[in-house]
């Protein structure tokens, strides 16, 4: 279906959970958030039930996210439920990598294609930090469980923080090199100020051929990340909602002043 600047959407991000593992400072406070009561999160069978509806608009391309979506309970059964969705030709899925390693082979195994890993550091200690919490080792344990279930091109996400040093983000770049990974830098956004701005090695944040919505966790679906426009499957129904949110995508990003990343999906 094209929107009224004749892009055609045909890509659906859908954030699966608000929960995570890790606390991100880029993401989230060290408190932690606000989570999204458990009745209020879309069930399997209301997903299914969107994404046979966004096919029928033209979607055939979606993206699980989260927070961590491998954190949400039955997420294989869910894969595998969408990739028997006729219509759906590339079905991936973001992650930071900690569970990977325990679920990459039945991921593979119920239709998922590719992953894309967050890792903005190679250093143990920093990437501690950052995530206050998790343990690098994890991450690589999931990257080669990644690779050996065949979920590839696997595409490394890296936050381009104001405090990356360069020397850091040249050894990550040779990292993948040496691994057969694709690095993207994204650099640090801000909803609320609508910074953002191309990622680098992808492209997110070039408005001119965004061809994506977003379904959040607890069924609003969105035209845009820096935009508060939102429809409400639970009210309006799958169909409705999805014509009124490509009706409404706006020709660029501006602000997001009722979202946040962890909700959203990024």
Do not use: W
């Not at 390693?101 to 239709?111: P, S, T």
């Not at 040496?178 to 944040?205: A, K, P, T, Y």
């Not at 949110?245 to 706006?250: M, Q, W």
């Amino acid at each position: 279906m094209l929107d009224k600047y004749n892009r055609n959407i045909s890509y659906l991000r859908i954030s699966v959970t608000d929960r995570c593992n890790l606390r991100c400072t880029y993401c989230m406070p060290e408190e932690g958030i606000d989570l999204i009561a458990h009745e209020e999160m879309l069930s399997f069978e209301q997903i299914i039930n969107f994404v046979e509806e966004a096919v029928k608009t033209g979607i055939t391309k979606i993206r699980l996210t989260g927070g961590e979506p491998l954190v949400r309970k039955g997420i294989i059964d869910l894969v595998r439920l969408i990739a028997n969705v006729q219509g759906v030709e590339d079905l991936a899925l973001t992650t930071n990598g900690i569970l990977l390693e325990k679920y990459a082979e039945a991921l593979a195994q119920a239709g998922l294609k590719r992953v894309n890993i967050s890792l903005d550091t190679l250093n143990p200690a920093k990437y501690r930090e950052i995530t206050r919490c998790g343990d690098i080792n994890d991450v690589f344990k999931g990257i080669d469980a990644a690779k050996k279930a065949g979920l590839t091109p696997i595409k490394i996400n890296c936050v381009r923080m104001p405090d990356s040093s360069e020397t850091e983000l040249i050894t990550l770049k040779e990292f993948c090199q040496s691994n057969g990974l694709d690095l993207r830098f994204i650099r640090q956004m801000d909803l609320e100020s609508g910074d953002f701005s191309i990622v680098e090695g992808g492209e997110g944040g070039n408005c001119k051929i965004c061809n994506r919505i977003r379904l959040t966790a607890n069924g609003k679906v969105k035209p845009c990340l820096f935009n508060n426009n939102e429809f409400d499957i639970k009210k309006l129904g799958a169909k409705d909602a999805i014509k009124k949110t490509i009706e409404s995508k706006p020709q660029e990003g501006s602000q997001n002043k009722i979202g946040k990343f962890y909700n959203i999906g990024g």
